[in-house]
């Protein structure tokens, strides 16, 4: 099952990033895909926001992950698998050096932009795969299934 959100202000985008903060459990799996400009580092940060995290929640677009506390005192592990980009074998590979799995697997929550080809790598069965389309100046679209779409009814 997918939802289709619109998400037509930031405020939006926030409240959309803290309903799925509700859903979220140790060891969840959430891939952000969408071009360029589409919003998903604003939705990780969002989303970020939302399971509470305090102080500075910076892009990990250069860094390729960024390791947060939760108020629950979970681990959030915000990726951008961007710069991996290559052929299958090699992204793979890179994937696995970062040890995105076996954190989820120690229940750490994954946050990954650009992960939509790495789902098996980081351990498949995502609580949410969220798809971004900017759709006007500040609007965009969210086309979201996974294990947890429900509670977007």
């Known amino acids: 099952m997918s939802v289709v959100r619109e998400l037509a202000t930031r405020r939006d985008s926030r409240r959309f990033a803290e309903t799925m903060a509700r859903a979220l459990a140790p060891g969840d799996l ?3 895909s969408g071009e360029l ?4 580092t604003f939705l990780g940060r969002a989303l970020a926001r939302a399971l509470g995290v305090s102080g500075a929640v910076t892009s990990p677009t250069f860094t390729l992950v960024r390791e947060y ?10 990726a951008d698998l961007y710069r991996l980009r ?21 229940g750490a929550i994954v946050v990954v932009e650009w992960g939509e ?6 351990g498949g069965d995502p ?6 389309a ?10 979201v299934d996974g294990a947890r779409v429900a509670v977007f009814g």
């Open 30 to 32: 959430v891939s952000l």
């Open 134 to 143: 900017v759709v006007g100046p500040h609007a965009r679209a969210a086309v």
């Open 86 to 106: 290559g052929d299958a074998d090699t992204f793979a590979v890179e994937v696995a050096r970062l040890g995105l799995r076996d954190r989820r697997a120690d």
């Open 69 to 78: 506390t939760t108020a629950r005192g979970d681990c959030l592990l915000h």
């Open 127 to 132: 609580a949410f795969r969220v798809r971004l």
């Open 117 to 122: 080809d790495a789902l098996h790598a980081l």
């Open 37 to 40: 400009g589409a919003g998903k």
